[in-house]
């Protein structure tokens, strides 16, 4: 089945190959990063003249990031992209990375579960992909320590994308497009999976969200946030809610894991979580905790869509320790999980405040044309109305954030630059 399989791939490619138009990698680094004398990108952003409390505490609003993978070059990049959003990738010719992780919904796809080949449901949430450079743990349960080896799990899972590594080394080796691409791409003459697994992750390292309205209030513009968001990062950051002591700031997320006690949807038994794949029965129920950047594109919420709304979400917090942990479970409980009593307005204050930290400044451009000749991959039709890919040619040029935040960031422009 997979050997006629890779022949249809193969034939529909190559029946395509004519209408496309040549592919050329760019030259030039994605708006985030910049291109250093070496021709490597590397992150630029104001947080890199702060101090990193990373792992240190909660710290203020100019705190450093903590450590970030990047130094892939522009071609690199760019062929990570073409790749990511191509369902050649997967068993069927029908779902792509970008299925599941769609710039239109933050890097996500708005399912509860989500679906892979054949229309398989998958045992968890798609999470959103904005900043995964930054982190040290991934997946849901934090079983992954590099971008390259959780990449490997939906490429080969059955229920995910369904390839194998032979068939899909086969597919990328016999598409003439790619083979050029990677060959620009790598400087070498042989295709392997492991420039494969690279491109990829030079692409989604290159997903920065870190120029919201929340960041420009972080780097001195005080009326970035009106008066009800900046009482919701009062409520955010107080002693009494404590969110910022988990989702910690810049990137809104300390990266360990926390058992919550989140209720299942309809009648689903406890998912084990973190205490599955690690054997720490202390982390049974425990899921790592998600940055909240873009979280207002991600609902539903949690590792499952259990909640519908950030203010359900923000609301179970309230609802007393251990109030949906299912009878029988002895879970143990983040000491951070209590019952703060936040009043309706604080809530709707707090979520207010959520919302600042949406920032598709730098969405990724979505290519018209694939190597394979098939559509992206998309868990959304169209993106929101006024939410359009930056242009990717662009090295240095930090006016090509998105028109809605332009007045705010010049401002942000106007202040003293600490970095060159």
Not at 14 to 24: H, I, V, Y
Not at 63 to 88: A, K, W
Not at 185 to 202: G, H, I, N, P
Request: one cysteine or more; glycine letters at 8%; a negative charge.
């Amino acid at each position: 089945m997979r050997i006629l399989l890779f022949l249809w791939l193969t034939l529909t490619a190559a029946s395509s190959a004519t209408a496309l138009e040549p592919f050329e990698l760019s030259t030039f680094c994605p708006p985030a990063l910049r291109l250093d004398e070496t021709g490597h990108c590397k992150l630029h952003s104001q947080y890199l003249a702060y101090d990193s409390l990373y792992g240190k505490g909660v710290g203020g609003p100019k705190t450093g990031l903590p450590p970030v993978r990047d130094g892939f070059t522009p071609q690199q990049i760019d062929l990570g992209r073409y790749l990511f959003f191509d369902p050649l990738l997967s068993q069927n010719g029908e779902v792509a990375c970008s299925t599941c992780h769609d710039p239109a919904l933050g890097l996500s796809d708005g399912k509860r579960l989500s679906i892979g080949v054949q229309g398989t449901e998958i045992a968890r949430s798609a999470p959103s992909l904005w900043n995964v450079a930054f982190l040290q743990k991934l997946l849901w349960d934090g079983s992954k320590k590099s971008l390259e080896a959780q990449l490997q799990g939906p490429l080969y899972a059955d229920n995910e994308m369904g390839n194998d590594p032979v068939t899909l080394l086969a597919t990328l080796q016999s598409n003439a497009a790619y083979a050029a691409m990677f060959k620009a791409a790598f400087e070498e003459d042989s295709l392997t999976l492991d420039q494969v697994y690279t491109a990829l992750v030079a692409f989604e390292s290159s997903l920065i969200s870190l120029n919201s309205r929340y960041d420009l209030y972080a780097h001195g513009v005080h009326d970035a946030l009106n008066p009800q968001e900046k009482q919701g990062l009062n409520v955010f950051r107080s002693f009494v809610a404590r969110c910022a002591e988990c989702h910690t700031p810049p990137l809104f997320s300390n990266q360990q894991i926390a058992v919550l006690g989140v209720p299942e949807r309809n009648g689903r038994p406890l998912d084990p979580g973190a205490g599955a794949s690690s054997g720490d029965t202390s982390q049974r129920g425990g899921f790592k905790v998600p940055s909240l950047r873009n979280v207002a594109l991600t609902a539903p919420y949690m590792h499952a869509g259990n909640f519908d709304s950030l203010r359900e979400a923000a609301a179970f917090y309230t609802g007393g320790r251990g109030h949906a942990v299912p009878e029988g479970e002895d879970l143990r409980l983040h000491w951070h999980i209590w019952n703060p009593e936040l009043t309706d307005d604080e809530l709707d204050r707090l979520v207010d405040f959520l919302h600042t930290l949406t920032d598709q400044a730098f969405l990724p451009e979505i290519p018209n044309q694939l190597p394979s000749g098939l559509p992206p991959g998309r868990a959304a039709r169209l993106a929101p109305e006024g939410k359009t890919a930056l242009h990717r040619h662009s090295n240095n040029n930090t006016q090509s954030a998105a028109q809605t935040a332009a007045p705010l960031a010049a401002q942000l422009r106007a202040q003293p630059k600490a970095l060159p």
